[in-house]
């Protein structure tokens, strides 16, 4: 039996949506959750049902081989093995389940790797994305090749612009810190190609384009700003002021049933939910100034802090 190594699920705290049109964002490794690539003793439903996919995924690489430099001929034959994704990455939670895929693939089958080890210049962090990006649109259309390089360095990285990116430090946790950033589960999935396309036929509109450019970005990257440099204060109103203009015109990448409670939080303040990557389903992404708080008030709701500050 083979297994390759463990690669982790990842959140953008910052940046959804925002980044396709050149905004600042902040992706963090997330290690709740993880996969791995394994050739079973005795194939399973699951297994069984992941080779299939990678079958697929395999067919996609094989048309894009110039791209990539993969051992095809490796990954057929471990294939017909049986080879699959072993994974507890809830697919459609915007937790990035293909990301760490196409990472492991690459890690496992790429002939001459950029490495984690190496010094990481932003060539080879944008060759790496360029790679990732083309793997990965196999599973939703357009792809910025993100999420693979995330799960695949286990670092965060900042984005600064489309050319500009680059791993980054971010502020040590404070455990006993009263604000949090916290995964809030929908209970349902959602699907990154749907939403994207309906994000880009807003954009079509003048008045939802102004909205992108002035507040959307601005305030994003006032996010991003803050968290790297520690000033709370600003994170908070600035998250406030992101979640409204999500609300107000993101209406639907937010379940129905999340519309209420996502205004009761910027109304008391006690939290600020945004998108955890593309919405419509998954994890939301919640801000609160004092967790403690914030509980009580989602008491019904099933919540998971992944960031104390």
């Given at each position: 039996m083979m297994k390759g190594p463990l690669f982790y699920s990842k959140i953008l705290l910052f940046g959804e949506y925002g980044i396709i049109e050149d905004s600042k964002g902040l992706s963090i490794p997330y290690n709740f959750f993880k996969g791995a690539l394994k050739i079973p003793e005795t194939p399973s439903e699951k297994s069984k049902n992941s080779n299939s996919i990678l079958f697929d995924f395999y067919n996609h690489l094989k048309q894009i081989k110039g791209i990539a430099d993969l051992d095809l001929i490796l990954f057929e034959k471990h294939l017909n093995e049986g080879l699959y994704f072993d994974s507890s990455i809830p697919k459609g939670y915007g937790v990035g389940s293909s990301g760490a895929l196409v990472a492991a693939v690459y890690d496992k089958y790429s002939n001459n790797k950029i490495t984690v080890l190496e010094n990481l210049t932003r060539e080879k962090l944008l060759k790496l994305k360029t790679i990732f990006s083309k793997m990965e649109s196999f599973f939703h259309g357009k792809s910025s090749g993100l999420d693979p390089l995330n799960s695949y360095l286990s670092i965060p990285i900042l984005i600064k612009s489309k050319n500009d990116i680059n791993v980054t430090g971010i502020p040590s946790q404070k455990s006993n810190g009263s604000g949090a950033v916290f995964l809030l589960d929908s209970g349902q999935t959602g699907s990154t190609a749907p939403m994207v396309s309906i994000f880009m036929e807003k954009m079509k509109s003048e008045g939802f384009r102004k909205i992108i450019s002035s507040q959307f970005i601005k305030h994003t990257n006032s996010c991003v700003d803050s968290f790297l440099s520690g000033d709370i204060k600003s994170l908070f109103t600035n998250t406030k002021k992101l979640s409204k203009i999500v609300f107000?015109?993101?209406?639907?990448?937010?379940?129905?049933?999340?519309?209420?409670?996502?205004?009761?939080?910027?109304?008391?303040?006690?939290?600020?939910?945004?998108?955890?990557?593309?919405?419509?389903?998954?994890?939301?992404?919640?801000?609160?100034?004092?967790?403690?708080?914030?509980?009580?008030?989602?008491?019904d709701y099933n919540l998971e802090v992944v960031y104390h500050f």
């Amino acid at each position: 039996m083979m297994k390759g190594p463990l690669f982790y699920s990842k959140i953008l705290l910052f940046g959804e949506y925002g980044i396709i049109e050149d905004s600042k964002g902040l992706s963090i490794p997330y290690n709740f959750f993880k996969g791995a690539l394994k050739i079973p003793e005795t194939p399973s439903e699951k297994s069984k049902n992941s080779n299939s996919i990678l079958f697929d995924f395999y067919n996609h690489l094989k048309q894009i081989k110039g791209i990539a430099d993969l051992d095809l001929i490796l990954f057929e034959k471990h294939l017909n093995e049986g080879l699959y994704f072993d994974s507890s990455i809830p697919k459609g939670y915007g937790v990035g389940s293909s990301g760490a895929l196409v990472a492991a693939v690459y890690d496992k089958y790429s002939n001459n790797k950029i490495t984690v080890l190496e010094n990481l210049t932003r060539e080879k962090l944008l060759k790496l994305k360029t790679i990732f990006s083309k793997m990965e649109s196999f599973f939703h259309g357009k792809s910025s090749g993100l999420d693979p390089l995330n799960s695949y360095l286990s670092i965060p990285i900042l984005i600064k612009s489309k050319n500009d990116i680059n791993v980054t430090g971010i502020p040590s946790q404070k455990s006993n810190g009263s604000g949090a950033v916290f995964l809030l589960d929908s209970g349902q999935t959602g699907s990154t190609a749907p939403m994207v396309s309906i994000f880009m036929e807003k954009m079509k509109s003048e008045g939802f384009r102004k909205i992108i450019s002035s507040q959307f970005i601005k305030h994003t990257n006032s996010c991003v700003d803050s968290f790297l440099s520690g000033d709370i204060k600003s994170l908070f109103t600035n998250t406030k002021k992101l979640s409204k203009i999500v609300f107000e015109n993101f209406k639907p990448m937010i379940p129905d049933e999340f519309h209420q409670l996502w205004k009761k939080g910027i109304d008391s303040g006690s939290y600020f939910l945004k998108l955890c990557g593309s919405g419509g389903g998954g994890y939301i992404l919640g801000f609160a100034p004092d967790i403690e708080k914030a509980k009580n008030d989602l008491k019904d709701y099933n919540l998971e802090v992944v960031y104390h500050f």
